[in-house]
């Protein structure tokens, strides 16, 4: 009896790790009065995945890609199905943005876009997002708690 209970709760201790470890990080990103609730693209397979494959985003979500030094990083549409802004973030500031970019059309090549000044993350947001909450160079970006 003892072996099917210590069974259990190893089994539940181990489905339990398993969720934390492996299930997506997620954050909350304020820029202005605009609130994002962002999946974190933590480690090399998921940033060169990224939104790609995905056939929407909900209007009030993104994607953050942290990095741990600063660099003009290069980011590529390929699998994308709809356009994107980019917030391209040094520290807490907001240092560029890429508005309006397109997913590749049919077998055309997919746009590559990168930020004028090295950075440290950027945000991945719909088309639109930039222009509509009026977010501009040098805004404060602000990283919440869930």
Request: charged residues 25%.
């Amino acid at each position: 009896m003892r072996l099917w209970i210590f069974a259990i709760i190893a089994t539940l201790i181990a489905c339990f790790i398993g969720y934390y470890r492996w299930r997506p990080l997620s954050a909350k990103v304020r820029i202005n009065n605009a609130v994002f609730f962002v999946e974190v693209a933590a480690n090399e397979p998921q940033k060169q995945k990224g939104l790609g494959d995905r056939s929407s985003l909900a209007s009030d979500h993104g994607m953050l890609f942290p990095y741990d030094h600063k660099e003009q990083y290069n980011f590529w549409m390929r699998e994308m199905r709809f356009p994107l802004d980019f917030i391209w973030i040094d520290g807490d500031r907001v240092a560029d943005i890429t508005e309006n970019v397109p997913p590749p059309i049919g077998n055309s090549a997919p746009v590559i876009v990168e930020p004028n000044v090295p950075v440290n993350k950027v945000l991945e947001v719909n088309a639109g997002v930039v222009a509509r909450f009026g977010i501009g160079i040098g805004d404060k970006v602000e990283f919440l708690d869930r």
